[in-house]
């Protein structure tokens, strides 16, 4: 498939398009972050979709077994317990992140704004192609006014040097939730893949919005290989063998987020072109799940169940539709760490762990760090 040349430019390529390489060690303890600023659906949700007058959503990540690992009960996070921006707030030594929504919680070292279901597009956009929306749903032009308030409400004049010298941002991952909407009503890859300049685009439209803000550090995930989904392989089965790779995932769905995700570091390579002076960082979320999918075994892994959902019931992927995970019949797996897939489209702890092992550790130094 495409993503073949994406998967050979490996994450650390890409990133040092747009910055400097040093050591990755001393992020931990000399990165001078003090506050990051989460973007994005449900894969970066600590807790807003719960929070949102109206929603209703497939995956209820307020109901048990959601959050069992970690935090012994269900926060509206998507796993069984952390989720890759808390790892990415470890990293800096940094305490997790509190939803937006929640209102009384503290937001002293940033906030998180990403929602369920997001997309990056507006509604209005999809309306136009025919592809229906919930009325919450709750885009990026939403999160980021959310974002403006929440800065005026603290921070007043001094936001954008705040911005500058201490602050992180978390772009994403975009654009996972639009595709979703259109494959899921019926629309063609063909027509689906004319979406990804203007989902694109519209990232660009906001990376720059924060950095007139004043942000200097910003970090820009690629979407998930979709054709490795539990959710994707159950709703999207191939009749031919010859449509699925040797992870058993499946090409066209893969092709298509890796041609996303080319398309996102194109623009990002000329938008940091544009703003020399800020960090502009891809991160490759999708390089970064096929390696765990790759080297399963190495990193603890059941190469059994490798694309099976903890959570879930029924059939070769454990996902049916009608009985997902936060239903009041479905149970866990008893060894979620050794699962990838959590519910079907969004990963375990340990997982996300692992994600991050490999996509931070080298990327915190590209943010302004010091050996």
């Given amino acids: 498939m495409a993503s073949l040349s994406l998967h050979k430019v490996s994450f650390f390529l890409l ?8 050591s990755p060690s001393a992020a931990q303890t000399k990165c001078n972050i003090r506050s990051v600023y989460q973007l994005g659906d449900s894969l970066a949700d600590a807790g807003n979709v719960i929070r949102t007058p109206g929603a209703s959503i497939i995956f209820r990540a ?3 077994p959601y959050g069992e690992t970690f935090f ?4 509206g996070r998507f796993s069984n317990g952390r989720i890759i921006i808390d790892y990415i707030s470890s990293a800096f030594k940094l305490s997790f992140l509190n939803a937006y929504l929640d209102r009384g919680a503290s937001f002293s070292q940033g906030v998180n704004f990403a929602v369920a279901g997001a997309t990056a597009l507006n509604s209005s956009f999809w309306a136009a192609r025919g592809i229906r929306l919930p009325t919450w749903n709750t885009p990026l032009a939403a999160q980021l006014g959310w974002f403006k308030s929440h800065l005026q409400s603290t921070c007043g004049s001094n936001c954008a040097q705040t911005l500058r010298s201490s602050s992180l941002i978390v772009m994403g991952e975009w654009g996972g939730n639009d595709y979703y909407n259109g494959f899921f009503q019926n629309k063609q890859l063909p027509e689906v893949r004319t979406y990804v300049p203007f989902v694109v685009a519209g990232i660009m439209r906001s990376i720059k919005d924060v950095i007139q803000l004043g942000a200097t550090r910003i970090l820009v995930p690629g979407i998930y290989p979709l054709g490795c989904l539990p959710l994707y392989l159950t709703s999207f089965p191939d009749s031919n063998a010859n449509g699925y790779d040797q992870l058993g995932c499946l090409r066209n769905y893969n092709d298509f987020a890796s041609y996303h995700n080319r398309y996102l570091t194109r623009s990002l390579a000329s938008l940091q072109r544009e703003f020399p002076n800020v960090r502009i960082v891809y991160g490759d979320y999708y390089g970064a799940l096929l390696t765990l999918l790759r080297s399963a075994s190495s990193f603890g892994f059941n190469q059994n169940t490798l694309l099976t959902a903890c959570c879930g019931t029924g059939g070769r992927y454990n996902f049916n539709f009608r009985t997902v995970c936060g239903s009041a019949s479905v149970r866990a797996c008893s060894n979620p760490a050794q699962y990838v897939h959590w519910d079907g489209i969004h990963l375990t702890d340990e ?5 991050t092992d490999i996509v931070v550790k080298d990327m915190l130094s590209r943010f302004g760090c010091t050996v």
């Fill in 72 to 75: 012994r009960r269900p926060t």
């Fill in 15 to 22: 990133v040092i398009t747009f910055a400097y390489f040093s």
């Fill in 62 to 64: 307020n109901q048990a």
């Fill in 351 to 355: 997982a996300h762990r692992h994600m």
